[in-house]
């Protein structure tokens, strides 16, 4: 499906269905309870604790509350945590073949984007790729795992190029929003933000495929230390992300698994990549 | 934590990241909140009635980044006739996350690293994070409480560089509560023009005028029209804080380069809030009206306890707060916001938040029913006669 972004086209990697009752009613009445008012930064702490629980299951490990920063959606999650993470003249290193998303959020301030060359079948890096000069001149790399192109993913051994990137002083932003399509992630490379002063950071939407998506509803979950600036510019950038999203999700986060796979299994919902 | 770390944390914030530290303290201790921007009022119940029947009923699926032309045709004819704003709702508006990232987006669609924007001061301090984080300079242009805290053409002319790219417009001021008066801000927008600079307007207090005042935008005037981008919001004319939303407004070579960033940042604005909107902007205007009336008699209710704390102030004309000088008790306002918070459990903003010169300052706002707002300043009172004793 194409969303029309104005002059930008930003295709969604997946078609969703619409928002079930439970959720607008609880939605419906936190509003009229007077949840109408700036809440946390970081987001509202029920939402944040119920979305460290739910990344922990798709792509990223050890992510408590602490970790987690609720955005507008994934492209503010792209735009944030590129931009913590990158200088205006620094450069960032993003697969060739990747949502055109994450370049324009990354450029934004000048930082040079570095479109490295991908497998033609995955649409992965290769290890060639990940260690070519490029990538080594690079402050930042930038990954989707799944890809929102063709759906491959890493596997659990890309953890020695990452261990090698951190080594080397770089930060990883990778992108996971897709993992909850894939019919098991035990194979894939996952984010792990236990580490305090760590420097991978992971983004994508929350709870997707069942409606939350026109509310725009996303996470970023990083290391303590990133996680702290991402919070300060969101302070800067939004000041918050919006209440009726926010209390939607958390109604439907309870029910989310369920429904996710009883609409999967009814072709109600489909990622548009194979997986 | 010791007392001295306490010191050390305090000293090293500034700006939007100390005031989040006070909000974070003030929520720990249950305090009376003066501080925040954040009106008591919720949401009137027609909106979020709104925003229920378009959960059930809308394709919330269909908005562009700029936002749904619903709503951006309701801003048009708001600005119309509320701003004498003349835009086509096609190219001359996009709806943002709030006015906050409205500001980061006009402060990005105008500077380049290097570039100068002319800021008068004290101000909204987001402007510095976005400026700072677009890589521009700040070029200060002070505004003294004897002058009411007018704008000088003057000092803002002579402000001008050859690396001066906008120059910043907040009427209704936020802290200071000064408003930029008709003739003033033809002379402000003739010298933007005669240097080529963007004119940023922030209108997000324009609903709150007082005294016979009038509110006059930038952009209606014929050499402010090709020139300026004008921040609004929903969320204290119409007590939304929490759905984050706002717009801009501006001619189209400039909104073109807003909507490109709005596609970077973050995409179109939360939909249900935008369905919100058109209902806070086409529904019946009661609440709005009720509430404005309440802030004229709780400004009051501050007016005479500053008068009555000894603290002087230049007129607030406009806006939510009232911005006090408070030099007479010879302590810096960071510490004395520190003390009126830890002692008396009321959060005021410190001055030197806003702008390094109004360190001898404090801004309260009149966001509170009037009972809790007279026990605020009557609990401040106390810390404060105690310190002039
Ligand atoms: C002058 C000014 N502009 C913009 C904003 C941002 O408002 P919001 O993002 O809540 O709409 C504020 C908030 O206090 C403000 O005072």
């Known amino acids: 499906m194409t969303n029309s972004k104005g002059s930008i086209e930003i295709v969604e990697s997946y078609m969703y269905k619409d928002l079930d009752s439970e959720s607008i009613a609880s939605s419906y009445s936190a509003l009229k309870s007077g949840q109408t008012h700036y809440v946390d930064v970081p987001g509202v702490p029920e939402v944040r604790e119920a979305a460290a629980e739910w990344v922990n299951g798709y792509g990223v490990i050890n992510a408590e509350k602490d970790n987690i920063i609720i955005t507008s959606g994934l492209q503010e999650s792209r735009f944030l945590a590129t931009q913590v993470v990158t200088s205006p003249e620094g450069q960032i290193a993003i697969p060739a073949v990747a949502n055109p998303g994450a370049s324009l959020a990354a450029s934004l301030r000048g930082c040079h984007v570095e479109n490295v060359a991908c ?23 930038f990954l989707e795992n799944p890809s929102r192109v063709t759906g491959a993913i890493y596997s659990n051994d890309f953890s020695t190029h990452v261990n090698r990137f951190t080594d080397q002083g770089k930060h990883i932003v990778v992108d996971t929003g897709l993992s909850p399509w894939l019919s098991s992630v035990d194979n894939m490379y996952k984010v792990d933000v236990s580490s305090a002063d760590g420097s991978i950071i992971a983004i994508g939407e929350l709870w997707p495929g069942l409606g939350i998506e026109p509310q725009g509803l996303g996470f970023i979950a990083a290391p303590l230390n990133v996680a702290e600036k991402i919070v300060k510019m969101k302070q800067v950038l939004s000041i918050c992300t919006s209440t009726p999203a926010q209390f939607a999700a958390l109604e439907l986060s309870g029910s989310w698994k369920k429904m996710f796979n009883d609409s999967k299994s009814k072709n109600e919902i489909e990622a548009l990549v194979s997986l | ?162 690396r001066s790219t906008s120059v910043l417009l907040v009427s209704p001021n936020n802290p200071t509560a000064s408003v930029i008066p008709t003739d003033t801000m033809e002379t402000l927008v003739d010298i933007a023009a005669k240097n080529d600079l963007v004119v940023l307007a922030d209108e997000i207090y324009d609903q709150f005028i007082y005294d016979g005042g009038v509110h006059c935008s930038p952009q209606s005037l014929a050499s402010g029209k090709d020139r300026t981008l004008t921040l609004n919001a929903f969320s204290k004319a119409y007590a939304m804080t929490g759905w984050r939303l706002g717009w801009i407004t501006g001619p189209a070579h400039l909104i073109n380069k807003v909507k490109l960033l709005k596609a970077s940042v973050s995409g179109p604005a939360n939909v249900v809030s935008q369905y919100a909107g058109i209902e806070a902007l086409t529904g019946p205007p009661d609440a709005l009206e009720d509430m404005k009336a309440r802030y004229h008699r709780r400004r009051k209710v501050v007016l005479d ?82 310190m002039s004793k």
């Open chain 1, 119 to 141: 497998d033609e079948e995955t649409g992965l890096l290769s290890s060639d790729a990940l260690e070519s000069d490029v990538v080594s001149a690079s402050q930042t790399i």
């Open chain 2, 305 to 386: 306890a500053f008068d009555s704390m000894g603290i002087s102030y230049g007129m607030p004309q406009g806006g939510q707060f009232i911005f006090g000088d408070v030099s007479h008790l010879g302590v810096d306002s960071v510490e004395l916001a520190a003390k009126i918070l830890d002692e008396a459990h009321v959060l005021v903003y410190p001055g030197g938040a806003f702008a390094p010169d109004s360190k001898y300052y404090v801004r309260v706002t009149f966001l509170q029913p009037e009972a809790k707002l007279k026990e605020g300043l009557e609990r401040m009172s106390k810390v404060l006669s105690k």
């Open chain 2, 1 to 162: 934590m010791s007392q001295q770390d306490k010191n050390t944390t305090k000293k090293k914030l500034t700006g939007t990241a100390l005031f989040y530290s006070l909000i974070a303290k003030a929520k720990e201790l249950d305090a009376i909140v003066l501080g925040r921007g954040d009106p008591d009022f919720d949401t009137p119940s027609n909106i979020v009635e709104a925003a229920n029947r378009a959960m059930k009923t809308k394709d919330l699926r269909s908005s562009p980044v700029e936002g749904l032309f619903e709503l951006r045709q309701a801003i048009s004819d708001r600005v119309s006739k509320i701003n004498n704003i003349d835009v086509d709702p096609n190219d001359g508006v996009v709806v943002t996350n709030g006015g906050q990232e409205a500001i980061m987006l006009m402060v990005l669609a105008t500077t380049s690293a290097g570039d100068e924007m002319i800021v008068p001061e004290p101000n909204y301090s987001t402007y510095l994070d976005a400026l700072a984080f677009a890589g521009g300079a700040k070029v200060g242009v002070p505004t003294v409480m004897e002058n009411d805290f007018a704008v000088d053409p003057t000092l803002v002319e002579q402000a001008v560089s050859d």
